[in-house]
């Protein structure tokens, strides 16, 4: 923990730092309450050990200002036997506990091991607080849940090896293209592992500067760059004991890499502008859009760091590859904001089913997801029509380029018949389905196949 200790006697300041620290804990020293509140309002301590007595002020004002700063402030009294009833009356305005000197060792551990709890319990209720927050945001203006079982077979292999891997503490890199829902997958993977009740926290790395990303990954110390006003902890501390999210990892500069690399190593990392390393026990997920592999090649990603990401790796198909899943999803998303907007709508048409299949999704679910939010918010009829989606209804092929025959073309009508089957047949679910889009019954499916020559 982060301790500060408030008290006018050296020799108590010095002797109790030193037992904190040599249980692990980082320790700063005030020697009167004006100077522990200018600590207090720069740093985040989780426990403040504070004299009732501080030469000319009374423990009790310190004790009120602490709390008026920060209402959860974990803090405990020092005491001399002769004021334990003032260190009771410190308890109900709002002192965490009193410890009374002279104290042994065993009497400061179990203090301690009483806030480490207080904390559990105190950061839990905040957690949970944030998640009620997050779901009643999530209902106003959200999505409806992520599917994590698949039509798709590659789909599902990839999620069943990043599901059986969730409980271990190994690193995990999602690779695909923006919008195929890797941030969701790693929120999930968080929330199938054993830190599930442990702080899940993300960083975006392309969102900031270099020197303002790793300020806000380790922190930073007052005045160790311009603007740095106060002392500040990073993601990295806040993550600690649960899950850092990387999303975008490759857009990391290559000056932090190693820094990230040293916390996946060595469990430790020091903020900037500071000279003190802190251990920090995370488990980094991370993500990217990026091929990681040409970074490595072209010398803008650090190997060693590729390697230490890629303990557990799966790619997302995008969408285009996932037919089978689109119009789940596109349901789901109608049923979703229909509901939202107190409006009842019955599906797709079949011009609806086929703009969907024939669009080429680039950006994927992130696409689809406004489409279907826009066309629930103007569809004239109880049905979404083609006319309804912002896609292209005619002749785009399922990837957003021809890779086949394209209609109008100097091809045969065999040679479109015979694309157009075999690509009905690589992404239906069934044979039953692909004979229903396709307008024909199963036999003549079969008839067909053979006769073209098609598996």
Known sequence: MDILIVDDDKSIRTTTALALESEGHYVEMAEDGDSALKRIKEEDFELVFLDLRLG???GLTVLQ??????PRQLVTIFTAHASVS????????GAFDYLEKPFTPDQLRAILAKAKKALQTRDEVVRLEETVQELKAEARHGSPPMRFVSSDDRTNAELETLFRAAASPASVLILGES???KSVIAREVHDR????DKPFVTVSCPSLSKELLESVLFGHVKGSFTGAIKDTWGKVHAADGGTLFLDEIGELPMEIQPKLLRLLQEREYERLGENKVRPCNVRIIAATNRDLVAGV???TFREDLYYRLNVISITVPPLRERRADLLAFANDYLEFFSGQMGRKLNGFSESGRQALIRHGWPGNLRELRNAIERAAILARGNQIEDVDLPTPAASESPTGAPSGP?????????????FHLREVLRWAPTLQDAAAILGIDKATLYRKRKRLGID
């Open 56 to 58: 000319d002020q009374d």
């Open 65 to 70: 200002d602490i709390l008026k700063l920060r």
């Open 86 to 93: 003032t260190a009771v009356k410190a308890t109900q305005l």
């Open 179 to 181: 919008g195929t829902g």
């Open 193 to 196: 592992s054993h830190l599930r």
């Open 297 to 299: 090649a072209a010398n």
């Open 406 to 418: 394209v209609i109008g073309g100097e091809y045969s009508m065999e040679d479109i018949e015979h």
